[in-house]
């Protein structure tokens, strides 16, 4: 499988690494996977349903993305809908078939329900992830070297943040919704440490996309070879 690593417009520096680690508390608005979104005391948040088959969406998993000049403190909420998986184009970043909320992550959180509890909606397992600032900036290198020293566990590295994307097709930079410029890529994720809980991208791997417009908005698109 090849990539290319391609840095798009608004990309940050210091390639980090996300190593798999204990979970924290769910009730923290800090990076996980699994378990069950962490959302704002205040105010609403409704679970998000795919747009093709009507269904709950499957909670992926949470991103804390730093403050920046431009922006506050984010969580970025990810879902795919797994009901029918591969009918719904749950690969694409605008057919409705994931969604990426962008929550304030400076409030009191709770947990967020599913209309329904289900392996459709939760998934069996909650990873933490340790960040790791890799002294390449190339994801691929930096994902061998660090697996290279760490007895071949490449499972347990499960994205990186902050890099440019490796691409494993060609760059697939999304617009904004709100104000059509291109959006700015946060993290790269790989499907899991565990074969039995693994989120499903085909093999491949997700991208994650905010926007630092007055509109925050989040988009997910997957790719495999």
Same mark, same amino acid.
């Given at each position: 499988?090849?990539?290319?690593?391609?840095?798009?417009?608004?990309?940050?520096?210091?390639?980090?690494?996300?190593?798999?680690?204990?979970?924290?508390?769910?009730?923290?608005?800090?990076?996980?996977?699994?378990?069950?979104?962490?959302?704002?005391?205040?105010?609403?948040?409704?679970?998000?349903?795919?747009?093709?088959?009507?269904?709950?969406?499957?909670?992926?998993?949470?991103?804390?993305?730093?403050?920046?000049?431009?922006?506050?403190?984010?969580?970025?909420?990810? #879902?795919?809908? =797994?009901? /029918?998986? !591969?009918?719904?184009? $749950?690969?694409?970043?605008?057919? %409705? *078939?994931?969604?990426?909320? +962008?929550?304030?992550?400076?409030?009191?959180?709770?947990?967020?329900?599913?209309?329904?509890?289900?392996?459709?909606?939760?998934?069996?397992?909650?990873?933490?992830?340790?960040?790791?600032?890799?002294?390449?900036?190339?994801?691929?290198?930096?994902?061998?070297?660090?697996?290279?020293?760490?007895?071949?566990?490449?499972?347990?590295?499960?994205?990186?943040?902050?890099?440019?994307?490796?691409?494993?097709?060609?760059?697939?930079?999304?617009?904004?919704?709100?104000?059509?410029?291109?959006?700015? #890529?946060?993290? =790269?994720? /790989?499907? !899991?440490?565990?074969? $039995?809980?693994?989120?499903?991208? %085909? *093999?491949?791997?997700?991208? +994650?996309?905010?926007?630092?417009?007055?509109?925050?908005?989040?988009?997910?698109?997957?790719?495999?070879?």
């Amino acid at each position: 499988m090849s990539a290319r690593s391609v840095r798009p417009t608004g990309a940050r520096s210091a390639m980090k690494l996300l190593i798999n680690d204990s979970p924290p508390s769910e009730h923290e608005p800090l990076t996980r996977f699994g378990g069950f979104p962490a959302v704002p005391d205040k105010g609403s948040v409704e679970w998000p349903g795919c747009r093709a088959c009507n269904g709950p969406m499957q909670f992926l998993g949470q991103l804390r993305v730093p403050a920046s000049s431009e922006t506050a403190e984010r969580l970025l909420l990810i #879902f795919m809908c =797994q009901n /029918e998986p !591969g009918m719904c184009d $749950e690969w694409e970043a605008d057919n %409705g *078939g994931n969604s990426v909320l +962008v929550i304030d992550a400076s409030q009191s959180m709770k947990l967020l329900q599913p209309p329904v509890i289900s392996p459709a909606t939760i998934r069996g397992a909650v990873n933490g992830a340790l960040f790791v600032e890799s002294e390449v900036d190339d994801y691929d290198l930096a994902r061998e070297e660090w697996a290279n020293a760490h007895d071949n566990r490449r499972r347990e590295v499960l994205g990186q943040v902050s890099g440019p994307p490796s691409w494993i097709q060609a760059g697939e930079v999304p617009a904004c919704n709100a104000c059509s410029t291109p959006m700015r #890529f946060v993290a =790269q994720l /790989e499907e !899991g440490p565990g074969h $039995e809980t693994a989120m499903n991208f %085909g *093999g491949g791997c997700a991208y +994650v996309f905010d926007c630092s417009c007055d509109s925050p908005t989040g988009k997910l698109l997957w790719q495999c070879g």
